[in-house]
Structures are given as C-alpha cells and as structure tokens.
C-alpha cells in the first residue's frame, strides 16, 4: 500500500512492524559491527554502522519521503551535515553565495573553515533574486539560502533562486530547519539538496542532535553517502532513534507552534516597548507574498526589537519564566535568546552583524494565553 499524506509518512515511513517480533516502534539497533555469512557475505547490506545502521537507515528513509527526495543522509549534527555536503560538493577555488544574515554557524564554516580550504563566499540579500544573479560567477557551484532566515525571517523565492542556480550549472541548497518538511518541501520547488538541523522542529524535543541532508538527484545523493562514510559524522543509532519519535508528532506540533507564534506576534505589534516584529505571516512582511505561495504556514519563529535598545533586549530576555533563556530552537518549548551575544555572536564586526536590540524567540506548544502574559509582563519590566 502506498500513501502521501504527510502526518502518514511521518508515522510509517521507514518504519514497518518489526519482521521477527511484530514490535510496532523500530528497535534501536545500538550495534557498532554485524555478522557476516562467510568473507563479504552481508546480512541486508550492513558490515558496520559507520556506514549503515537499520535506525538509521529508518531515519533517512522516512526524511526523504517527508521532502519528496530521493536520497536522505542522517548526520551527527546540523554543521556536520553542511561540512559533509560543501566538502562534496566545493574545493579550492569554487565559489558559493550565502545568505546576508545567515545562520551564525554557517556563517563561521564559510568564514573560517571553508576560506581557509581555499573555497570563496559572498554573503548576499537572498529576497532579492537578481542581486543573487548578479552575484554569480562562473566559479559559483552553490547558491546557499535559508528560508526562513535565522534570526531576521526574511524570505527567499526557492523557484527564482534554483532557475538563477540552474542557469549557471550550480545546485540551489536550502536550510529548511525553520520550516520543516511540514511547512515546506523545498525539493518540490526547484531545489537540488536540503539542510536540516534535525535538533531542532524534526526533533522537537531539546534531546536530542542531529543534522540531515536530502537531495533530489540519486547520483548526487550517492556522492554524499561516499563522503557520509568517509567523514564519519554519522547520526549514532539511539539518536537516529529520537529523531524518528519526534517525527511522528511534526504536523500536529508545527500547526500548534504556527497558532502560537500568531498569538504573540499580534501582542508584540500592539506593544509600546516593541519597535518592530520579524514575521513572515504579518501582511507588510516584504516576503509575505513569497511564504503565503511556497510554505503551508508560517512558523513558530519570531524576532522583534526594542526601542530602548541592547539594553532593554537584554532586560527582556532576563525577566522571562516560561521562556526559558537558551539557545537553539524548535522544541516544545518555548525559548528566549539575545542573537547578538548567542547564537549570532559569530557575525559581530561583519556585514552580517545583527541588531543589538534583537530578540529571538522559539514559540513553543505552551498554552498561548501563558506565553503571552509572560512576554508583556517581561516587557513592562
């Protein structure tokens, strides 16, 4: 029997009864070696879980079909994930656009790691297509966007860029940590690999670490497995594990985490201390138009700034009890961070230095009314 429907693959991709014992949840095979039926003689393919492990093996299946690709890769995290992928896919000399507010993380792999191996970054405004047209050169293998962006939420079209991408021979890349695969299918759009953190919504639970890519084009998706083995920043077996129980509750969490982050975004606009809120389900967000067409829904991030400045951020990320300060995002939690000094502390003195008087928050599943008492009563100090 076949399925498509999302919250259905979520459950059952990947995931069938156990064979042996009818054992409905997957067994973590927490095994590092397997025995073999005389020399080269494999049971199912599998000689070493560096290179493959039924968990994991879980995992990728059920992350592919969730983004409509062909291949799905599972990694010990979100950067070890984008390591592996520009190492296959960039050398000394090539070229990739990044975003001009991009993941403090990626940022920091480009402009440190990356730049040093030889492998040349620009950082440019991605809601703009033609300035990332105009930002290509014939050494460009990659146009790398997030979309949403972390932390300002701009939008990028995935259909302009992956046509601006093709035209020049290189693979449209999209961070789709911030939407998941229930929000947005980047693959169906136009895009040749997506990028997960798998920490963060497929997770959902601040338990667990991962990172994950899925790629449209098998041959590409088997460059990636070689560099998977070779690297070695494999998802371990009971993480693979995590990860796949998270899954199944996405849809259900992201439709509560989207009616969450609408309730507070409505309370934020109407407050004196708030000087302006970053969320692409507002109307006059500049890339509304663009999420309303390629995502289902908005998310569960919301950024905003103060009129009183890095001090007032700072006060407010202080004073709050049901959001709890910390960095990443995603899980059922909700979460409260100052970026400047966090997770973007990476980016100060660069063109992609964000706001002093930024707040970031990760709208968790928490009752909507709780949330929002407990952000104006943060902001009424």
Same mark, same amino acid.
């Given at each position: 029997m076949t399925f498509d429907g999302f919250e259905t693959l979520a459950i059952h991709a990947?995931?069938?009864?156990?064979?042996?014992?009818?054992?409905?949840?997957?067994?973590?095979?927490?095994?590092?070696?397997?025995?073999?039926?005389?020399v080269g003689g494999l049971r199912g393919g599998y000689e070493y879980s560096r290179t493959a492990n039924p968990t994991r093996g879980a995992l990728e299946e059920c992350l592919a079909a969730l983004e409509s690709g062909t291949r799905g890769l599972a990694f010990a995290s979100g950067m070890a994930a984008e390591d592996t992928l520009l190492r296959a896919i960039a050398g000394p000399g090539d070229h990739v656009i990044i975003p001009g507010d991009a993941y403090g993380g990626t940022f920091r792999l480009f402009s440190t790691v990356l730049q040093r191996w030889g492998v040349a970054w620009e950082a440019v405004p991605q809601s703009d297509p033609e300035a990332v047209r105009r930002a290509v050169r014939p050494e460009t293998v990659a146009i790398w966007t997030e979309t949403p962006t972390n932390p300002l939420l701009n939008i990028s079209d995935i259909e302009a860029l992956a046509g601006i991408a093709h035209d020049a021979d290189a693979l449209l890349v999209v961070d789709n940590t911030f939407a998941s695969p229930y929000l947005q299918r980047p693959l169906t759009l136009g895009a040749d690999v997506v990028v997960h953190s798998t920490t963060k919504y497929l997770g959902g639970h601040s338990d667990v670490?991962? &990172?994950?890519?899925?790629?449209?084009?098998?041959?590409?998706? /088997? *460059?990636?497995?070689?560099h998977q083995?070779?690297?070695?920043? #494999?998802?371990?077996p009971f993480d693979a594990w995590l990860t796949l129980r998270?899954?199944?509750?996405? &849809?259900?969490?992201?439709?509560?985490?989207?009616?969450?982050? /609408? *309730?507070?975004?409505?309370?934020?606009?109407?407050?004196?201390? #708030?000087?302006?809120?970053?969320?692409?389900?507002?109307?006059?967000?500049?890339g509304h138009a663009v999420a309303a067409r390629q995502m289902r829904g908005f998310g569960g991030m919301v950024s905003f700034r103060l009129r009183g400045g890095e001090e007032a951020a700072l006060k407010v990320c202080e004073r709050t009890s049901v959001f709890t300060l910390?960095?990443?995002?995603?899980g059922v939690e909700s979460l409260i961070?100052?970026?400047?000094?966090?997770t973007h502390a990476s980016t100060a003195g660069s063109p992609l230095e964000v706001p002093a008087d930024l707040v970031r928050l990760s709208v968790g599943i928490e009752s909507a009314d709780d949330l929002v008492a407990d952000l104006v009563k943060a902001l009424d100090g």
């Open positions: 990947g995931q069938e009864a156990d064979a042996e014992t009818g054992a409905v949840v997957l067994p973590i095979y927490q095994t590092s070696t397997y025995a073999q039926d005389g670490v991962g &990172g994950a890519l899925v790629v449209t084009d098998p041959e590409l998706g /088997e *460059r990636l497995a070689f083995n070779t690297m070695g920043a #494999v998802a371990g998270g899954v199944k509750t996405l &849809g259900v969490r992201m439709d509560r985490h989207c009616a969450n982050a /609408e *309730r507070i975004v409505d309370e934020l606009g109407r407050h004196p201390e #708030v000087s302006e809120v970053f969320y692409p389900g507002l109307a006059d967000h500049p910390g960095e990443s995002l995603g961070e100052h970026p400047g000094r966090m």
